[in-house]
């Protein structure tokens, strides 16, 4: 499986962004794959945002964006979605989604970024106060 994400952009605090993740491969294998969204602020490591099974049917957020953002998916479409409101200065990082197909992958164990194998070029989103 193949991801790129995109959606990324200067916004002002209290705005919204939404960011895109658009997987490709075969629609079998996609629908094994459960999608992380992690993000990275200059000088600090990279860290869990969210995380969705493919089915749609569980997920997971970081206590530091519950309430404000919401990961959803479109499988006719192939793309995982991370709808970002109420943004924050310290939501500025470059945000990546992952992919992961490794059996030892659980909704609670999604922050751990070594079950993620694919990983896609990362959006630059930037909240200013």
């Known amino acids: 499986v193949q991801l790129q994400a995109y959606g990324g952009g200067l916004v002002q605090a209290g705005g919204s962004l939404t960011l895109f993740c658009a997987a490709s491969g075969h629609s079998y294998a996609l629908s094994t794959y459960a999608i992380g969204w992690f993000r990275q602020a200059p000088g600090k490591e990279r860290e869990f945002v969210a995380a969705i099974t493919w089915s749609g049917s569980m997920k997971n957020y970081a206590e530091s964006v519950k309430g404000r953002f919401t990961i959803s998916r479109d499988g006719a479409k192939n793309t995982v979605y991370l709808q970002m409101n109420s943004l924050k200065p310290e939501d500025t990082a470059v945000y990546y989604c992952?992919?992961?197909?490794?059996?030892?992958?659980?909704?609670?164990?999604?922050?751990?970024?070594?079950?993620?194998?694919?990983w896609g070029e990362g959006t630059q989103v930037t909240v200013s106060s």
């Open positions: 992952a992919a992961s197909g490794d059996n030892n992958w659980s909704i609670r164990r999604a922050e751990k970024t070594d079950l993620y194998a694919t």
